[in-house]
Nanobody, 126 residues
Framework: VQVEESGGGSVQPGGSLRLTCTIS????????MGWVRQAPGQEREGVAV???????NYADSVRGRFTISQDGAKTTLSLQMNSLKPEDTAMYYC?????????????????????WGKGTLVTITS
């Protein structure tokens, strides 16, 4: 399984960015896919997840500002980030794993995912 993110960059507070992730080689029809971020010196934080039934869940810190979506073929995962804040600055990783991860608390700490991309940097600064 290969996972590759794109779309990171630097924007001012209040701005928007869209991250995209391409996932190839994941053969199971049941899955949990999502975004996890890690800021310097901080623990990993699950940002948002979506499963094969289009169940979505978000971290409280991004709910209402971020939207996770996927294409029908489960090969592309996106994260639309609006109203960005300086505290959103982090390396953002795309990840995939078993469907049950989406229904557990594990993803909130970035756990339970089996496949990871190398990350894309998001910087929010004025």
């Amino acid at each position: 399984v290969q996972v590759e993110e794109s779309g990171g960059g630097s924007v001012q507070p209040g701005g928007s960015l869209r991250l995209t992730c391409t996932i190839s080689g994941y053969t199971s029809n049941t899955y949990c896919m999502g975004w996890v971020r890690q800021a310097p010196g901080q623990e990993r934080e699950g940002v948002a997840v979506v499963d094969n039934l289009v169940y979505r869940n978000y971290a409280d810190s991004v709910r209402g500002r971020f939207t996770i979506s996927q294409d029908g073929a489960k090969t592309t995962l996106s994260l639309q980030m609006n109203s960005l804040k300086p505290e959103d600055t982090a390396m953002y990783y795309c990840a995939a794993g078993e469907a049950r991860t989406c229904y557990s608390r594990a993803w909130h700490k970035g756990n339970g995912m089996s496949y990871w991309g190398k990350g894309t940097l998001v910087t929010i600064t004025s």
